[in-house]
């Protein structure tokens, strides 16, 4: 049986990695500025993290949510304690996708409304709500477009307001910062005048943190550059460091209706010691304090090698989620990033590229990008 070919692949084969680092199967070294796509939070193969993973596999790997794990418990009070949403309560799935599932069919329930505003340019996952309010023809099919999904643009409280106005709208999804659809960033205003005009209507905000959640932007979330608190929040990629684990954090304002969400592999014991680990080399290693460091001093040092190159048009970003967009496709330069300076780094559209590396960079291995990316470009 052949692969279904969906995905556009780079002729590289990783099979050790530590760190921000990555080996391929001929040896060669990698610097991770990709952290296989903003998911290696902690670095890989952290010998705190593989420790608490086989140990618990060594003890039982799974059983199903009609028992009580004691580990998940003890996952939501850390991720209270990280986020500060301590009254908040933890429903656990298995991907970004499935999170916004649940926050979107949560807030439906909660309201009796079906209609949700999404924005231009937005990415929430592929399964049929998700992708219904992702901004992406070539991924939406005729039967997710079935969802009442209605587009305001980003940062423009008007285009919000003209349809919340009405009173019927369930829930405001809005990536912390969007992702996919190229770092673009609400302001803190924005995100007070969303809160205002979802309270003002019944309308429940749901922020989408998978990607810029859990200490990405330097910040446990990306929100929280701002004062507002959101309804539901969404969190996986980073979450678990590879293993797939989403969540949503939900006000204590809704009820928990028995059988209301469910999920078999939810919430299972390899997932929450991978997550409760990521959450304690977290605090630990002080890595958001990190990511912010290291990426405002990567963020400023592209800005200065974008002054003097006529091919970027903008470098945007915040903490460890930066987009150096250029003029034109981009795709070259960022195969001799990959090929000659042995580097890997994310896209978002033809002329961006998107760096997301664990939240444990250094310094030196932020050098070693600047002077790469300077050469290449
Ligand atoms: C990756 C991503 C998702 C989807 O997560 P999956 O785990 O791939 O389902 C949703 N929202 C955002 C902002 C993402 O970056």
Redesign the pocket.
Known sequence: MNLFDVYTLFDVIPVKGQGCHVWDDKGTEYLDLYGG??VISIGHTHPHYVKAVTDQLNKIGFYSNSVINPLQSKLAEKLGKLSGLTDYSLFLCN??????ENALKLASFHTGRSKVVAFRHS?????SG?VAVTDNPKIVSPFNACHQVCWANLNDKDSVWSYLSAGDVAAVII?GVQ??GGINIPTPQFLADLREMCDKTGTQLVL?E???GYGRTGKFFAYQHSDIKPDIV?L??GIANGF?V?AIMVNPKFEPVKGRLGTTFGGNYLGMAAAIAVAEVYEDEKLEKNSAEIGKYLLDSIKTIAKGSDKIKDVRGVGLMIGIEFHEPMAEIRKKLLFEKHIFTGVAGANMIRLLPPLCLTKDEADRFLTAFKEVI
């Open positions: 796509h903003a991907s970004g996708a499935e999170a916004n990415f929430h996952g592929r399964t998700a990536e992702g996919v989408d998978i990607q810029s969404t996986a990629k797939p989403g």
